[in-house]
């Protein structure tokens, strides 16, 4: 066991751990921070993801002893009441169905829009690489990437959505207009 001083969200936590203990378990078990899912175990499916520094990282597979000093940011942290307008997009856009992959989906969507605040469709295509949704609303999900987050200064900081044609939003028509004609056949 080691004590670890950890900042989440913005709060220090002194911890007792083995160095070895995924942060995942830290957040969910120790801290009772359990927006942040487990999915696979193996930073395969995107679920766990928090943000490191602003950076998102995979939490099941991360050691604690690995953080050092980076402030962790979950999806708790974003805002207390679901305000945050990554998390508003979410929902004006009916994107969660399950929402097991929402919470990893948003905080990668996040750490993009901080380096890229109006981001092309395949800068969100890399961003969400790797992100699993077992209920398929990956078009929802890629649109939801699209808001545009204006400047916190402004009286009322909100969002606009950044006009894009979707790769995968022309293959799910062209998908859709087979089997539609398969039926009619």
């Known amino acids: 066991m080691a004590r670890f001083q950890l900042t989440i969200n913005g709060d220090r936590h002194a911890v ?19 927006g942040t899912k487990f999915g696979c175990g193996q930073a395969l499916c995107g679920a766990c993801t ?15 002893s690995q ?4 402030a962790v940011t979950t999806i708790e942290g974003l805002s207390p009441d679901g305000s945050h307008p990554v998390q508003r997009a979410w ?17 990668s969507t996040v750490a993009l829009l901080a380096e890229h605040p109006a981001p092309t ?4 295509g890399t961003a969400l690489q790797g992100h699993l949704c077992r209920c398929g609303t990956y ?3 890629r649109r939801a990437g699209a808001v545009q987050v204006e400047s916190a200064t402004t009286a009322t900081p909100g969002m606009r959505w950044v006009g894009f044609t979707s790769p995968s939003a022309r ?15």
């Open 16 to 34: 007792d751990l083995a160095p070895d203990t995924p942060l995942l378990w830290v957040l969910r078990d120790t801290l009772q921070l359990v």
């Open 50 to 64: 928090v943000l490191a520094d602003g950076r998102p990282r995979r939490s099941c597979t991360l050691p604690v």
């Open 67 to 70: 953080l050092g000093t980076a």
């Open 91 to 107: 929902v004006e856009l009916d994107v969660p169905q399950c929402g097991w992959c929402q919470a990893g989906q948003i905080m």
């Open 121 to 124: 469709d395949d800068e969100i």
């Open 139 to 141: 078009l929802r999900i």
């Open 171 to 185: 293959i799910a028509r062209t998908w859709w207009s087979c089997r539609s004609s398969r039926r009619a056949a």
